[in-house]
Structure formats: structure tokens, C-alpha cells
């Protein structure tokens, strides 16, 4: 009983879409529409890019890349600078999750070695904020991004010039936040770099299936294809990154394309829906979020309106706000917990104190340009 009460603390979003997907099919009995559900592009795409990330990361890249630039630092303010703007940067190619996957603990690592533990936990929240809003930015950036780009067929061009304001403002908040902190003089030799070596091989596999995987997202190559080419590769070269692939992600899709799908059907709340979203998308899709997150709002509501750019604004500033609205802030909080659980209380004022400045700046920018 308490490895399934774990499971379920850990597989939330999990049970919960599939839990309303269950209730939905009390309502609408499954047919062959269930399978018309599913977006198995979005799925394909997202496989190989998590397959791929955890390559990349058994391999070390990110934090070798880490350590390469903080080679050059020399104070504490550049130190922070380079942490916060990592996951800012990273996050764009390489998602939101993995970057706090990957440099959270080198963070807390970094800060314990220089004795800057006071610094952990504004730190961590920066870093937080810096991955979900620098991930924004681009179509493989966090999967509501993917999944929109794919359904609307939105092209990157116009992709990129609906959500750059936000970037912007962003990035301008986060560097205003790094500039206003103190200088401390700090050494890093005691980071060591760690050579690629045998692993030469497999990075350049990785690499070529990176690319092979954007070119998918632009739609230059098939989706079923580029599954069939990064599966049989990876199996073939390094099939212990199977394994490690987050699939109750997947498994939550699914779950809230069947519940998204059935209650398109119910001609009540398909009609409630698409009367408050006129007009509204921004501000609902925000207020969703706070509560069963952005990824899950965002299949929600794209089977409700056409407007894929205030949806897509709507639910990338809707990260923001509360501890679940996006799901990748969970994971620098996991971090916290194991770390400082004495801090949990504290991280969850600082965090919700600089989520609330943020997602106010960003509805503001919002107004103001609409």
C-alpha cells in the first residue's frame, strides 16, 4: 500500500488524466473516435526527443558544458549569471525538464563546494523561472509548445514572433535579477572536466538524431520515420536509454487526449468552453493552469478555439504562478526537499513571490500590446 501511495505522489498528472479520462467514458462510450483521440505526432516527436535528451545527459554533455563555462568565471554574481542563464538557453533545445534535471543538483553541488548555501534557494527558483520561460521560445522547448506547433501546423516563423515579446521581458527580468546581486570572489578549480572519450561515437549518434529530430518538428521529414530511425539506432547503440525514458509523460498525454477528446462530444461543456474562450484565451488558459498545469491546459483548450497564438502565449506565461503550473517546477522543488528540507517552506515563498512579479510583468506586456 505506502509503493503505491508513493506512486501516486509521484505519477500525479498521471492519475489525474487518467482518471478523468475514465470519468469521461462513462459519458461517451468508447468507439473507433477514441483512436481519431490521439496525436501519435506529437507522441512520435516527443519519444525521440526524451530519448535522445537522456542520451545526451548519460553521457554528461550538459554538465561538461556547464563546467566549461564556469571555468571562466570569477565572482559570484557571473557564477549566478551563468547557472540561471543555462537553463535559460538550454531549455530551448533541450526542454524544461532536463535543464532542471541537469543543473539543479550541479547548482546545489557548486554552492555547497564555495560555501554560498545562502544563495541556494533564490538561486534554484531563478533557475526554475529561467527554464519554463526560456523554453518558450521554440517548438521543442516543453511539450505544450510541441504539441501545439504540431496540431495548428503553426510555421516557426510566426511561432517565434508570437512569443519573443515574452522571451524578451524575460530575459530583461532575469538579468535585472542577476545585476542587483553582490559580488563575493570565488575560485572553481576545483571543477574537473571529464573527456568524452570512448563515448565520441555515441555523442555523434546522438547529434545526428538531434538533428534528424528538428527537422521532423519543421516538417522536412516524416514523423514515422524519424521513430523508426532513432528506435532501431538507439537499440542497436545504446539501448539501456529505453529505460530511462519518461513514459508516464506519454501515458499522461494520451490520458487527456481521450478526456479532451470526450468532452468535445458533450455538446453542454463543448459549448460552455468555446463561449468563455472567445475572447479570453490568454486569461483562461493562465487560470487553468494554476491548477492542473499548463500541459494539460493546453490539450484542454486547443480543441475549443482557433486562436493558437493567444493559446499558445496563454499557456507558456501560465507556467507561471503556482507550484504545479508547470510540471518541471516540481523537479527543482524535489531537489530542495532532498537537500534543505528545512527550506521547503521558505523555497515555496521565495518561488511563489518571484512567479507572481513575472507572470504580472507578462499579462501586463500582454494588454499593453493587445
Same mark, same amino acid.
Given at each position: 500500500m505506502e509503493k503505491i501511495k508513493n506512486w501516486? &505522489? &509521484?505519477?500525479?498528472?498521471?492519475?489525474?488524466?487518467?482518471?478523468?479520462?475514465?470519468?469521461?467514458c462513462c459519458f461517451i462510450f468508447p468507439d473507433q473516435k477514441y483512436v481519431e483521440y490521439i496525436d501519435f505526432n506529437t507522441l512520435g516527436i516527443l519519444f525521440c526527443l526524451m530519448a535522445i535528451m537522456e542520451g545526451?545527459?548519460?553521457?554528461?554533455?550538459?554538465?561538461?558544458?556547464?563546467? /566549461?563555462l564556469l571555468k571562466k568565471v570569477k565572482n559570484t554574481r557571473q557564477l549566478e549569471a551563468i547557472l540561471i542563464f543555462l537553463c535559460y538557453i538550454s531549455s530551448m533545445f533541450i526542454t524544461n525538464d532536463v535543464a532542471l534535471i541537469t543543473f539543479v543538483p550541479f547548482t546545489?553541488?557548486?554552492?555547497?563546494?564555495?560555501?554560498?548555501?545562502?544563495?541556494?534557494?533564490?538561486?534554484v527558483v531563478m533557475q526554475t523561472?529561467?527554464?519554463?520561460?526560456?523554453?518558450?521560445?521554440?517548438?521543442?522547448?516543453?511539450?505544450?509548445? /510541441? *504539441?501545439?506547433? %504540431? &496540431?495548428?501546423?503553426?510555421s516557426i516563423q510566426n511561432f517565434i514572433f508570437t512569443i519573443l515579446p515574452y522571451a524578451i521581458l524575460s530575459f530583461v527580468l532575469?538579468?535585472?535579477?542577476?545585476?542587483?546581486?553582490k559580488p *563575493?570572489?570565488? %575560485?572553481? %578549480?576545483?571543477?574537473?572536466?571529464?573527456?568524452?572519450g570512448k563515448n565520441k561515437k555515441l555523442f555523434s549518434i546522438y547529434c545526428i538524431l538531434f538533428i534528424l529530430s528538428l527537422a521532423t518538428v519543421v516538417h522536412f521529414i516524416p514523423t514515422i520515420a524519424l521513430f523508426v530511425v532513432v528506435l532501431t539506432t538507439i537499440v542497436i547503440a545504446d539501448r539501456k536509454i529505453l529505460k530511462k525514458v519518461d513514459y508516464s509523460l506519454l501515458f499522461t498525454f494520451i490520458g487527456f487526449f481521450i478526456f479532451v477528446g470526450n468532452i468535445g462530444r458533450i455538446s453542454i461543456i463543448h459549448h460552455f468552453l468555446e463561449t468563455v474562450l472567445q475572447g479570453n484565451e490568454v486569461l483562461v488558459s493562465v487560470g487553468i493552469s494554476q491548477f492542473i498545469s499548463n500541459v494539460p491546459a493546453a490539450l484542454l483548450l486547443a480543441g475549443f478555439t482557433n486562436s493558437w497564438n493567444?493559446?499558445?502565449?496563454?499557456?507558456?506565461?501560465?507556467?507561471?504562478?503556482?507550484?504545479?503550473a508547470s510540471m518541471a517546477s516540481l523537479i527543482s522543488f524535489k531537489f530542495i526537499c532532498k537537500d534543505s528540507p528545512q527550506k521547503k517552506n521558505t523555497y515555496l515563498g521565495y518561488f511563489t513571490i518571484?512567479? /507572481?512579479?513575472?507572470l504580472t510583468a507578462s499579462l501586463i506586456l500582454y494588454f499593453l500590446m493587445g
Open positions: 501516486v &505522489k &509521484k505519477e500525479t498528472i498521471l492519475v489525474v488524466s487518467w482518471g478523468l479520462a475514465i470519468i469521461s545526451f545527459q548519460a553521457l554528461g554533455i550538459f554538465r561538461h558544458t556547464g563546467e /566549461l546545489l553541488e557548486i554552492l555547497h563546494m564555495i560555501q554560498q548555501e545562502n544563495r541556494i534557494l533564490p538561486v523561472i529561467a527554464a519554463n520561460l526560456g523554453s518558450m521560445l521554440t517548438p521543442i522547448g516543453n511539450p505544450q509548445n /510541441l *504539441y501545439l506547433f %504540431s &496540431k495548428f501546423n503553426i532575469i538579468a535585472l535579477f542577476v545585476f542587483f546581486q *563575493y570572489p570565488i %575560485s572553481t %578549480s576545483f571543477l574537473k572536466q571529464e573527456k568524452l493567444l493559446l499558445l502565449i496563454g499557456t507558456n506565461i501560465g507556467g507561471l504562478g503556482t507550484l504545479i518571484f512567479n /507572481l512579479v513575472f
